[in-house]
């Protein structure tokens, strides 16, 4: 079965420092996808980036990468140089082409950015 | 014009009232989809429509009724609600591209109270 775990439900992080959340998946299909979105307090859920499985390179998208590790079945989202406005609920999810692209979400974690 | 929007934002209902919710996406896109999000659980897909047509319907209970007049309008009409059905609902769209994974891209969700 599919599973997304992010082990971290809160986080406290002093702003303008960089920022790992922690997400693994368990999948046995070999086509997939790896998403991690924001939602902040207002209810949206923002996309930020995505890494397809067969993908060789970490995604990246301004200051946030993905630290792709296939081997360990690990998406972390990193987030560099971290913003007041980074405070939100952050979400891992994943989709693969043998479940008709339904994504599937972890838990989230809630990060804090302090001043 | 925002990608995906939803109305109304915010609504409250009884449990005897009949109520539905509006998604619009402007994104040219050919998917659907019907989540629904409550307190500390994670995001529960609900109903996935694919070129106007339902290709899921996640054990959803009948007082939950989709509909998809066209690729860019999608709606959940409500009735006879319970209390545990209070929580945002959000929509999401995708190309919806058979065989490949695709981005949902998400509206800002309507948060629903049933009293």
Redesign the interface.
């Known amino acids: 079965a599919q599973k997304i775990t992010q082990t971290q439900p809160g986080m406290f992080v002093q702003e303008k420092e960089a920022v790992t959340l922690d997400c693994t998946y368990d999948t046995s299909d070999p086509s997939y996808g790896l998403f991690w979105y924001k939602q902040p307090s207002s209810g949206e859920m923002i996309f930020l980036i995505y890494q397809g499985s067969y993908d060789q390179q970490n995604a990246t998208e301004g200051r946030y990468s993905l630290n792709f590790q296939k081997a360990r079945k690990s998406a972390n989202l990193v987030i560099s140089a971290s913003q007041l406005g980074d405070s939100a609920m952050y979400f891992c999810a994943m989709s693969s082409r043998n479940r008709d692209d339904k994504i599937i979400f972890g838990k989230g974690t809630r990060l804090h950015i302090l001043p | 014009e925002t990608g995906v929007t939803q109305t109304p934002r915010h609504l409250v209902m009884g449990m005897t009232n009949k109520k539905s919710l509006k998604c619009e996406q402007h994104l040219g896109h050919n998917a659907m989809y019907w989540y629904k999000q409550s307190a ?4 529960e ?1 609900m109903f ?1 429509y694919n070129f106007k047509e339902q ?2 319907n996640n054990s959803v209970p009948s007082r939950f009724s989709p509909e998809c007049p066209n690729s860019s309008h999608l709606f959940l009409h409500l009735h006879t609600l319970q209390p545990e059905d209070s929580a ?1 609902y ?1 929509c ?1 769209s ?1 190309q919806g591209s ?12 309507t ?1 629903l109270t049933v009293l």
């Open positions: 500390k659980k994670p995001l897909l996935v290709t899921e945002l959000l999401a995708s058979s065989g490949s994974t695709d981005t949902q891209y998400f509206g800002p969700g948060r």
